[in-house]
């Protein structure tokens, strides 16, 4: 398995608290994803990382911010939680060039309830 | 209209049936295709890695893909009940800086 740690596991808090997932790998992979995955939806892409402090939108960013401050972690925050962004969300990683096609391994997911 | 479809099943087969998974898809600039297991509660985990058109197999899986049809296809030969799980088919273009579309999966059953 890939070294993909994701924290916390599960969590619940309510609407309008900030919230902080963190993605922690072992790889040394340059490139690292945040997605959300819902029931007919699949996995939606949030945001990315190409390297660290280097980090662009998604499909599904608003009310969303990242950081990347070390190779190895990936910090997802919702500044003010709101109970659509109720998800199970899931970090991925690859070490390929973009024009190489992106195979990516994902960590087990943090299941989010925002009440 | 999304951009990868895949029919949601569920799709139950008995043990030792063959499976076959399918996505269509409407961009053409597609070229790298995957297919993903995942087990509930787990995060999904790569099972093949395509470029372009063809046939690629590893062990009892093959998956296919037909760029003029934007179809692609897994099989699973020898089903078993560890196959049981939802299946998510992924595809990138070239200059997408590797963000993948999923599908939004599709689970099997496989019953003893």
């Known amino acids: 398995d890939a070294g993909i740690t994701q924290s916390p596991r599960h969590k619940v808090t309510e609407t309008g608290t900030p919230v902080t997932l963190r993605c922690h790998q072992t790889?040394?992979?340059?490139?690292m994803y945040w997605y959300r995955q819902d029931p007919g939806h699949g996995l939606r892409l949030i945001h990315y990382s190409y390297g660290v402090k280097d980090t662009d939108k998604g499909e599904v960013s608003d009310g969303y911010s990242v950081s990347r401050s070390k190779t190895e972690d990936f910090l997802l925050t919702l500044e003010s939680a709101t109970s659509s962004q109720t998800s199970v969300y899931f970090c991925?990683?690859?070490?390929?060039?973009?024009?190489?096609?992106?195979?990516?391994?994902f960590g087990d997911g943090t299941r989010l309830s925002i009440l | 209209q999304k951009e990868v479809e895949q029919d949601p099943g569920p799709l139950s087969v008995p043990e030792g049936a063959i499976v076959s998974l399918n996505c269509t898809y409407s961009n053409s600039a597609f070229q790298y295709f995957m297919w993903y297991r995942q087990y509930s509660r787990k995060g999904p985990e790569l099972l093949m890695y395509?470029?372009?058109?063809g046939n690629k197999e590893d062990g009892r899986f093959t998956a296919q893909v037909d760029k003029s049809s934007k179809y692609i296809s897994l099989f699973i030969r020898d089903s078993q009940p560890s196959d049981s799980a939802t299946y998510l088919c992924a595809m990138s273009a070239t200059d997408s800086w590797g963000k993948l579309q999923f599908g939004a999966g599709t689970q099997v059953v496989v019953t003893p």
């Open positions: 395509t470029y372009s058109s």
């Open positions: 790889e040394n992979h340059r490139y």
């Open positions: 991925a990683i690859s070490d390929r060039d973009p024009a190489g096609g992106q195979p990516q391994h």
